[in-house]
């Protein structure tokens, strides 16, 4: 692949935001913005932040769950792949009040289940209503 460097574009005479012809071999000619840079340093700033907002909810659920072990009991699911990168944030699956349990999973799934349906009778696509399913019970 060949690539041709033309006049640098009017935001500067930074070479990242310079324009290039990429002339493929099918005879394509694909004109782009050289902003590579800037889009890996903008994406290695999103996943950090992405990153540190779940350790944070982690954190914040362990507060929770520690504030609430004085009044009950619970039980707790580990996921089945552990983050190496953030902090790991256990289900919650019971609940337990004094004698009264509350099974929060089958809570979850019983709550979003007519949104669940409703949506692929409005002629959203499976695959998007059982992701939004999934996200749904996972913040409950």
């Known amino acids: 692949m060949e690539i041709k460097h033309l006049t640098p574009s009017p935001i500067g005479e ?3 935001t310079q ?3 990429n002339n493929s071999s099918d005879n ?3 004109i782009e913005k050289g902003l590579k840079n800037r889009n890996k340093a ?3 700033k999103y996943l950090k932040q992405k990153n540190e907002l779940k350790s944070f ?3 914040q659920q362990s507060i929770l769950l520690a504030l609430l072990n004085k009044y009950c009991e619970f039980t707790l699911e ?3 792949k552990l983050s190496t990168v953030t902090l790991n944030n256990p ?3 019971k609940l337990t009040i ?3 349990e509350i099974n929060v999973k089958r809570l979850s799934e019983s709550m979003y289940a007519n949104s669940f349906i409703a949506d692929i009778q409005k002629g959203i696509k499976e695959e998007t209503c059982v992701r939004n399913y999934e996200k749904k019970k996972e913040y409950l």
């Open 98 to 100: 004094g004698t009264e």
């Open 19 to 21: 324009i290039f012809i």
């Open 28 to 30: 394509n000619v694909i």
């Open 91 to 93: 289900q919650l699956i």
């Open 42 to 44: 903008v994406c290695k």
């Open 14 to 16: 930074d070479p990242s």
């Open 78 to 80: 580990l996921p089945t």
């Open 57 to 59: 909810e982690s954190i």
